[in-house]
Nanobody, 123 residues
């Protein structure tokens, strides 16, 4: 089973960019579809993007479409989330999650989760 670790979070000004990484250990991430989800204080968890194991299937939530890009490098066992034009409402803890099967549905259960990385967007 893969162990997932997120990194790359931090404090950024509105309009800025960050790239999050989700690195797997213990098993090849290349077998798994990987999603990014986020949870802001007092709000429900929101699925924001998912990528299939081979990278051909990708989906985004409307809230991040055209601003965020998900991509993966299976040789590095890593999935990335490039976040551009960040807004204060993007402030949340960001999680990556993995599952053996891919679905366009963003808000679903996944078998494996990371511990999360905090993103804060503020001036």
């Amino acid at each position: 089973q893969p162990q997932l670790v997120e990194s790359g979070g931090g404090l950024v000004q509105p309009g800025g960019s960050l790239t999050l990484s989700c690195v797997a250990s213990g098993e090849s991430l290349g077998r798994y579809a990987v999603a990014w989800l986020r949870q802001a204080p007092g709000q429900e968890r929101e699925g924001i993007s998912v990528i299939s194991s081979g990278g051909s299937g990708i989906n985004y939530a409307d809230s991040v479409r055209d601003r965020f890009i998900i991509y993966r490098d299976n040789s590095k066992n890593t999935v990335y989330l490039q976040m551009n034009n960040l807004k204060p409402e993007d402030t949340a803890v960001y999680y990556c999650a993995a599952d053996l099967w891919y679905s366009d549905q963003l808000n679903r259960n996944y078998d494996h989760w990371g511990q999360g990385t905090q993103v804060a967007v503020s001036s």
